[in-house]
């Protein structure tokens, strides 16, 4: 069973923060083979939340929700399953979480999302649709999709 927090920035404790960011390196950055910089200035910054699902003292699942974004006035990212963790439905578990805040802080709002793009199919499962081409993102094909209708979840 996990446990969900959603936190705005300002409440994430140091080792909350820190499992995070680490979570997100190993998967991102260290299984994908893809060097960036991960910490790019808006974990901690405006209105922005992050969503946390944890297996006892294991970060399991996690997302953020920016609302700093230039281009969109909300955008999910950074969506990620603990490498332990998968094949128990957790991304599942993880959309709902995010979309559930969204409605919840930014009501009315349609969040936006730049999806890898082999993960097209499972974001469209909860209301999104593709609105770009495939695109290279960190040299990883990726598609901007938006939330456009409520789904069979129940979400929104």
Same mark, same amino acid.
């Given at each position: ?11 994430? /404790? ?5 499992? @995070? ?11 994908? #083979?893809?060097?960036?910089l991960d910490v ?17 003292? /294991? ?7 920016? /609302? ?13 399953? #603990? ?29 936006? @999302? ?30 901007g999709m938006a939330?456009?209708? #409520? /789904?069979? #979840?129940?979400?929104?």
């Amino acid at each position: 069973m996990l446990i969900w927090q959603d936190l705005h920035h300002s409440e994430l /404790t140091v080792p909350q923060l820190y499992a @995070l960011l680490h979570l997100r390196c190993a998967v991102f950055v260290v299984e994908q #083979n893809c060097p960036y910089l991960d910490v790019d200035g808006e974990d901690l910054s405006a209105e922005n939340r992050h969503i946390l699902g944890w297996q006892g003292d /294991t970060l399991a699942a996690y997302a953020r929700i920016l /609302t700093s974004d230039r281009h969109h006035p909300l955008v999910i990212g950074r969506v990620i399953v #603990n490498p332990a963790c998968r094949g128990q439905k957790l991304g599942n578990q993880l959309l709902e979480h995010v979309m559930a805040a969204c409605q919840r802080h930014w009501p009315g709002v349609a969040p936006y @999302l730049s999806a890898q793009a082999h993960l097209q199919h499972f974001y469209q499962q909860f209301g999104f649709e593709p609105v770009t081409e495939v695109y290279l993102e960190d040299d990883i094909p990726h598609r901007g999709m938006a939330w456009i209708k #409520n /789904t069979q #979840n129940n979400v929104g």
